[in-house]
């Protein structure tokens, strides 16, 4: 929950501004300011980021006021700002905590400090004093102060008091969704939001956030009605209007994920995050040369974007400009040297180059950086294979079997690699496999080796 970092200076005068402003020019001069007056003063050079004019103004005041609860409640609350937690407790044990605003201030202090059982303790005490009318307002802030360090599972158990006296109450309601959020119980969440949604139908944010819910549990379709709803209240909401599109994306649903993000487009300021998106999704579609037009736009913002050069490097290699997908691969190379996907792409264009000796050197670099790069294992035994080398990609094939047996094809080049080694059992053992998933893969290996038909036919026979 971001702190609420408002004020009102309504009462900040040219006068007082003025004072002010001749009393930090000029430290030594001998101003009188009430206690009023320093509180507006020090909120108001707080929120103009001028911190230390604000603590200078409070160590005058508390000169010219030095018993001023008021005054000292407002040091402690900038040193906790500032994080001087030990200096604000120090500040706040010389005040009493029958001041609202003071038990706050010291509950969030033993929060920052971990010391969590003395600041249950002070939300009881606030509890236990309160009226029931106030309850639901006091659970809010003694909630808030839980969620700024992360505490969201003790949040929780005061905004569940709070709903018991004001089950409408919008914002605690909202406030409890999130923290159910964070823990985890996403149904409840769920639930909460759609409590939220039936006090009021038209309450945007809660259809967002009920969007955002789906999204994360891979919901897609409800979480494209939660944007709907949302866009029914406000179709002018960029934000929606991206998350629509990223839920239409998920769901292969390509051309329509284009129209949410070309509708965000119009008043995007940096627009190059879009031209990713769009770029894409026009790959996906098979449109490379819309996909290689945005992916350069990209890259015109931004010439060392890492996610541009890759898919840009990766449209102009199905389109067979090697050498320029080349470079491309390479500068992404030198953005993350450690990508593995970027090494396996430089594989595969030395590959299409027919340069086997890089092709294996690639390959074997992005398995080292990522051990669970399938795909670049299969890439280096298929390459070992074409170069007739079936006892080098043996142990690259086993390494996938032990990690994902259910990799495609993999006994499809088990099987070849059995059969060049003269393993008849493994072989055998990879043709019944290969019979028995249903796939295409035994009749494209009896297509290489059909002199090995008879064998596949006994062994289905056995079968039946």
Same mark, same amino acid.
């Given at each position: 929950?971001?702190?609420?970092?408002?004020?009102?200076?309504?009462?900040?005068?040219?006068?007082?501004?003025?004072?002010?402003?001749?009393f930090?020019?000029?430290?030594?001069?001998?101003?009188?300011?009430?206690?009023d007056?320093?509180?507006?003063?020090?909120?108001?050079?707080?929120?103009?980021r &001028?911190?230390?004019?604000?603590?200078?103004?409070?160590?005058?005041?508390?000169?010219?006021h030095p018993?001023?609860?008021?005054?000292l409640?407002?040091?402690?609350?900038?040193?906790?700002?500032?994080?001087?937690?030990g200096?604000?407790?120090?500040?706040?044990?010389?005040?009493?905590?029958?001041?609202?605003e003071?038990?706050?201030?010291?509950?969030?202090?033993?929060?920052?400090?971990?010391?969590?059982?003395?600041?249950?303790?002070?939300?009881?005490?606030?509890?236990?004093?309160?009226?029931?009318?106030?309850m639901?307002?006091?659970?809010?802030d003694?909630?808030?102060?839980?969620?700024?360090?992360?505490?969201?599972?003790?949040?929780?158990n005061?905004?569940?008091?709070? /709903?018991?006296?004001?089950s409408?109450?919008?914002?605690?309601?909202?406030?409890?969704?999130?923290?159910?959020?964070?823990?985890?119980?996403?149904?409840k969440?769920?639930?909460?939001?759609?409590?939220?949604?039936?006090?009021?139908?038209?309450?945007?944010?809660?259809?967002?956030n009920?969007?955002?819910?789906?999204l994360?549990?891979?919901?897609?379709?409800?979480?494209?009605? @939660?944007?709907?709803?949302?866009?029914?209240?406000?179709?002018?909401?960029?934000?929606?209007?991206?998350q629509?599109?990223?839920a239409?994306?998920?769901?292969?649903?390509?051309?329509?994920?284009?129209?949410?993000?070309?509708?965000?487009?119009?008043d995007?300021?940096?627009?190059?995050?879009?031209?990713?998106?769009l770029?894409?999704?026009?790959?996906?579609?098979?449109?490379?040369?819309? @996909?290689?037009?945005?992916?350069?736009?990209?890259?015109?913002?931004?010439?060392?974007?890492?996610?541009?050069?890759?898919?840009?490097?990766f449209?102009?290699?199905?389109?067979?400009q090697?050498?320029?997908?080349?470079?491309?691969?390479?500068?992404a190379?030198?953005? &993350?040297?450690?990508?593995?996907?970027?090494?396996?792409?430089?594989?595969?264009?030395?590959?299409?180059?027919? &340069?086997?000796?890089?092709?294996?050197?690639?390959?074997?670099?992005?398995?080292?950086?990522?051990?669970?790069?399938?795909?670049a294992?299969?890439?280096?035994?298929?390459?070992?294979?074409?170069?007739?080398?079936?006892?080098?990609?043996?142990?690259?094939?086993? &390494?996938v /079997?032990?990690?994902?047996?259910?990799?495609?094809?993999?006994?499809?080049l088990?099987?070849?690699?059995?059969y060049?080694?003269?393993?008849?059992?493994?072989?055998?053992?990879?043709?019944g496999?290969?019979?028995?998933?249903?796939?295409?893969?035994?009749?494209?290996?009896?297509?290489?080796?059909?002199?090995?038909?008879?064998?596949?036919?006994?062994?289905?026979?056995?079968?039946?």
């Open positions: 929950m971001e702190q609420n970092n408002s004020y009102d200076f309504e009462d900040l005068s040219d006068g007082l501004k003025e004072r002010a402003e001749k930090l020019s000029d430290r030594f001069s001998e101003l009188y300011f009430d206690v007056e320093l509180e507006i003063l020090v909120d108001h050079y707080i929120a103009q &001028r911190d230390a004019d604000a603590y200078a103004l409070l160590e005058y005041g508390l000169k010219l018993h001023s609860s008021e005054l409640a407002r040091k402690a609350k900038f040193l906790l700002l500032q994080g001087e937690i200096k604000a407790s120090a500040v706040l044990d010389a005040l009493s905590v029958d001041d609202y003071v038990a706050m201030l010291k509950m969030e202090a033993f929060v920052k400090l971990n010391r969590l059982t003395e600041a249950v303790e002070l939300a009881e005490h606030l509890l236990k004093e309160e009226e029931d009318t106030e639901c307002p006091t659970c809010l003694i909630a808030s102060v839980f969620m700024e360090q992360d505490h969201y599972d003790m949040a929780l005061y905004l569940t008091i709070g /709903k018991k006296y004001d409408n109450n919008i914002e605690l309601l909202s406030e409890l969704a999130f923290c159910l959020e964070k823990v985890g119980d996403v149904e969440a769920i639930d909460t939001y759609n409590d939220i949604i039936d006090i009021n139908p038209y309450y945007a944010d809660a259809w967002f009920l969007g955002q819910v789906f994360g549990q891979n919901r897609y379709r409800q979480a494209l009605h @939660a944007y709907e709803m949302c866009l029914t209240i406000d179709d002018l909401d960029p934000l929606v209007w991206l629509k599109g990223h239409h994306f998920s769901m292969d649903e390509f051309h329509e994920a284009i129209e949410c993000y070309e509708h965000c487009l119009k995007a300021k940096d627009k190059w995050q879009l031209y990713l998106f770029g894409e999704c026009y790959e996906k579609l098979g449109d490379c040369d819309t @996909a290689i037009r945005y992916n350069r736009k990209v890259l015109d913002e931004q010439p060392s974007n890492f996610d541009a050069l890759m898919a840009l490097g449209c102009l290699m199905e389109k067979k090697l050498d320029e997908a080349q470079e491309l691969f390479a500068a190379i030198k953005v &993350r040297p450690q990508s593995s996907e970027a090494w396996f792409n430089m594989g595969e264009v030395a590959n299409f180059k027919s &340069r086997t000796d890089d092709a294996v050197s690639y390959y074997t670099r992005a398995i080292e950086l990522d051990p669970k790069n399938i795909d294992m299969i890439a280096l035994a298929t390459t070992y294979i074409d170069e007739d080398k079936p006892s080098e990609a043996l142990p690259v094939l086993l &390494r /079997k032990a990690m994902e047996p259910e990799t495609p094809r993999l006994y499809l088990l099987a070849v690699v059995y060049g080694l003269n393993d008849s059992e493994n072989l055998l053992d990879c043709l496999k290969m019979v028995i998933s249903g796939t295409e893969d035994i009749n494209i290996f009896l297509n290489v080796c059909p002199e090995l038909s008879e064998v596949v036919k006994n062994y289905i026979e056995r079968k039946k």
